[in-house]
């Protein structure tokens, strides 16, 4: 009786070590998938036949996708547009500003923006993802992407059509070395809109609701006939799938600009530091989307010597874009 009260404890004892065991694999295991999607994939990992789920939280630059039985939350590469209310007011100064329009205006574009892509997302659609973390404030981690409707790239549309700005994550393109090419094709849709006033350049005009009237070559993605993209599986929720990367993808060309924003053109010296606005602060070598705000930010100066005073700009950095300014 004893002997098999002893075999008793020890299968009891095995039993729960070896449940154990397999949680912690199926933990270990959770935990791998989730620091690879954070960390990204080298290769564009490529999810076909992508719906827009309805959400609150949903804007012109960043929403919920569905992939299946997957529910995804992607944010655009190289775009943003404005915010959609006011629980971010700070960053609707800044955009605000950007733009030359109040801060109610600034939502209504977001609004605007945030209907663009409701329509733009209401026929299925094909998303290119490293699957790279953009943070957020969502229970769902959120990832940059580029999205391609039957229109082409989604971004371009927005910015085209006045309801973005060239801003945001840089990324090369799926079929690009560089994001240069794309940065320089969105600044070129960026003066047109500007110069149509439709969108946010044209809010003061009540423009805001005009879509631009000629024709543009969005940018497309192409797979390698031989290695289709394939729609990622359904899986439960919080589980990422594996998707097969695409071989071979292509981009269509840029279109051709005038090289009127190429910065190793900019002439030295010209450049105002109290009044240029961030466009032209980003002409200049060396300086990106955030260290402009940052030169923004720290208004008024003195003289462009006040450099050297604005948050991430060292001494080498401040010799290599003083020159540029007056």
Same mark, same amino acid.
């Given at each position: ?14 039993? *729960? ?20 999607? *954070? ?99 969502? *229970? ?181 874009? *003083?020159?540029?300014?007056?």
């Amino acid at each position: 009786m004893r002997q098999g009260g002893r075999l008793i404890l020890r299968f009891s004892i095995f039993s *729960r070590v070896g449940v154990s065991a397999l949680i912690a694999v199926a933990i270990l295991g959770a935990s791998a998938v989730h620091v690879a999607a *954070r960390n990204g994939s080298k290769d564009w990992v490529v999810l076909e036949n992508c719906r827009l789920i309805t959400n609150p939280a949903n804007d012109g630059d960043s929403f919920h996708v569905s992939v299946g039985a997957k529910e995804y939350l992607f944010r655009l590469y190289l775009v943003d547009a404005p915010e959609t209310d006011g629980r971010n007011p700070g960053r609707l100064i800044e955009q605000g500003k950007y733009f030359g329009i109040t801060v109610p205006q600034a939502i209504e574009v977001g609004q605007a923006a945030k209907e663009f892509i409701q329509e733009k997302l209401s026929q299925p659609f094909t998303v290119f993802t490293h699957m790279s973390d953009a943070m957020g404030q969502s *229970r769902l981690e959120r990832f940059y992407a580029f999205v391609e409707t039957k229109e082409g790239d989604l971004g371009e549309q927005l910015v085209r059509n006045g309801l973005a700005r060239s801003y945001g994550f840089k990324a090369a393109p799926p079929g690009v070395t560089s994001s240069r090419l794309e940065i320089e094709k969105l600044q070129q849709f960026e003066d047109e809109a500007k110069r149509e006033k439709i969108g946010a350049w044209g809010a003061n005009a009540e423009r805001l609701n005009t879509h631009a009237q000629t024709p543009s070559a969005f940018s497309t993605f192409v797979a390698d006939e031989k290695t289709q993209p394939r729609s990622a599986p359904a899986v439960s929720h919080g589980v990422l799938p594996v998707a097969k990367p695409a071989a071979s993808i292509t981009r269509s060309r840029p279109v051709e600009t005038t090289g009127s924003h190429a910065k190793e053109k900019i002439p030295l010296g010209n450049i105002d530091i109290n009044t240029a606005t961030e466009k032209e602060l980003t002409t200049v070598p060396g300086i990106g989307h955030v260290m402009a705000a940052h030169i923004i930010a720290a208004r008024p100066f003195r003289s462009a010597d006040d450099l050297k005073r604005v948050s991430g700009i060292g001494g080498k950095k401040y010799a290599q874009i *003083r020159p540029y300014f007056q």
